[in-house]
């Protein structure tokens, strides 16, 4: 705070379509989606009519005992979307829980998971197995299931005890050397603590194909389908966490289609309102939702329940930004302009202090270190990412970094000029900065 206090804020006042203006009238190219959300661009037609039509009808009623029309058009269509995105198993995820952002969306794919054993009788599944490195947001039970030392180290005596298997960091996986792939040492691991603790594990929660915030960490070709069939085995419930990934960002509407993995609770946000308002939406299997029925006396209610869920705004902006999807082919447009930044991110790639670029669609980290050849990584203190990205501002590029690992992530609507001012500007500023350090 100390340091960023001294720094002069940019105040955005406006937006659109890939871009933010600021209060002196200055544009920027929004290379992070304002964190991952913005899906169709600024001041999106549709979803800005569909905002105003609503606010003409009612901004806001509660959904504690009542419900309302976009709440129950939204659900249909994300039951229709994820049913054709993803392959159902035993029971089709069919019953949507709404919250107003990620962390919630965890928080009550985390209850649910406990409680559905409580309820079968199963009463020592109570723990939760997660990954190194995971993000599943900030507050308390989302955070006891993370893994980034440096956000969460400091609450530890705040939170309840997780299982953590290995993250699949390809880049860095040293122990990978005594097994034929990364993909089969962290496989193998998770399997030992799940042989060990699976009388105790209620779910595994898991950023299906890419960690995002733990640092852009893409999980090799089968790992997901492994740790599926994992869950399978030893009768674990599979929370996919699809805040970041859901919504197109990895090229598929929902991270898990790229493995035709279904799991049994799926966690969402972020772009489920194309960036405009806060909203998340749980979604459960019909045989997880089955065992919270019961008579009134019996009390299997799932007790969760916050002020603005389902907000009748964010609903409808939902709706509309699903319906851009299919109007617009969102998801076929975006293939070339994958390739488009596949192309100029190899570029990146022989850059001297780029040790790693990780890409999934439109979710990339580029991984500066300071030796190429050794992987030896820039120290905290230098702050790289951090230089990088300013420097890209002062280009007209607004990015953030994850430590020593540049983030790029824009908006699914960006053209292909623009994606290629992307690139352009964040080679140029890796080039400068880190040319500027090896001088001293
Ligand atoms: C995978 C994942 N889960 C959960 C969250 C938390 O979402 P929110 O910031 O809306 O609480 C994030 C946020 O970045 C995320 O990336």
């Given at each position: ?338 390739e488009i930044l596949k192309k100029g991110l190899f570029k990146i790639t022989e850059l001297p202090h780029v040790?790693?670029v990780?890409q999934?669609?439109?979710?990339v980290?580029i ?39 540049i983030?790029l ?10 994606l290629k001012g992307l690139i352009q500007i964040t080679a140029e500023a890796i080039k ?9």
């Amino acid at each position: 705070m100390k340091e960023w206090a001294k720094e002069t804020p940019i105040i955005i006042t406006e937006g659109c379509g890939s871009f933010l203006k600021d209060i002196s009238g200055r544009w920027y190219l929004d290379g992070v989606a304002s964190i991952w959300v913005t899906v169709h661009g600024h001041r999106k037609k549709e979803i800005d009519n569909a905002i105003k039509s609503q606010i003409d009808k009612i901004s806001h009623s509660t959904l504690l005992g009542l419900t309302h029309p976009p709440a129950i058009k939204l659900a249909e269509k994300l039951v229709q979307v994820v049913n054709s995105s993803l392959v159902t198993r035993h029971s089709s995820l069919s019953k949507v829980f709404y919250s107003d952002n990620g962390s919630t969306a965890v928080e009550i794919g985390l209850k649910v998971a406990f409680q559905y054993w409580q309820h079968k009788g199963i009463k020592r599944k109570k723990r939760f197995l997660s990954l190194n490195n995971a993000y599943h947001g900030d507050t308390i039970g989302a955070v006891s299931v993370g893994g980034i030392d440096i956000f969460h180290n400091i609450f530890s005596p705040l939170l309840f005890k997780s299982y953590k298997a290995p993250s699949p960091y390809c880049y860095r996986c040293e122990f990978a050397k005594k097994f034929p792939s990364c993909k089969l040492f962290c496989l193998k691991k998770m399997e030992q603590v799940m042989q060990k603790h699976h009388q105790e594990i209620a779910g595994l929660i898991i950023e299906p194909i890419m960690q995002g915030a733990g640092g852009m960490i893409v999980s090799p070709p089968g790992y997901l389908k492994g740790v599926r069939k994992l869950c399978d085995k030893y009768n674990i419930l599979m929370i996919a966490d699809e805040v970041a990934t859901g919504f197109g960002r990895t090229g598929k509407m929902f991270a898990c289609e790229h493995e035709k993995v279904s799991p049994d609770i799926l966690c969402l946000a972020k772009g489920i309102t194309g960036g405009y308002l806060p909203l998340a939406a749980t979604i459960t299997t019909e045989k997880i939702y089955n065992a919270f029925l019961g008579e009134f006396k019996d009390l299997k209610t799932f007790f969760h329940g916050h002020t603005y869920t389902g907000n009748q705004i964010a609903c409808a902006a939902a709706v509309a930004n699903l319906e851009i999807f299919k109007k617009e082919k969102t998801l076929k447009t975006m293939q070339k302009k994958i390739e488009i930044l596949k192309k100029g991110l190899f570029k990146i790639t022989e850059l001297p202090h780029v040790g790693d670029v990780r890409q999934k669609g439109f979710m990339v980290g580029i991984e500066l270190v300071k030796d190429k050849k050794t992987k030896e990584p820039y120290p905290t203190g230098e702050k790289i990412g951090w230089k990088v990205c300013y420097k890209a501002r002062k280009k007209g590029l607004i990015i953030r970094p994850l430590g020593n690992v540049i983030v790029l992530m824009p908006p699914l609507s960006i053209s292909h000029q623009e994606l290629k001012g992307l690139i352009q500007i964040t080679a140029e500023a890796i080039k400068e900065v880190t040319e500027k350090m090896d001088r001293g």
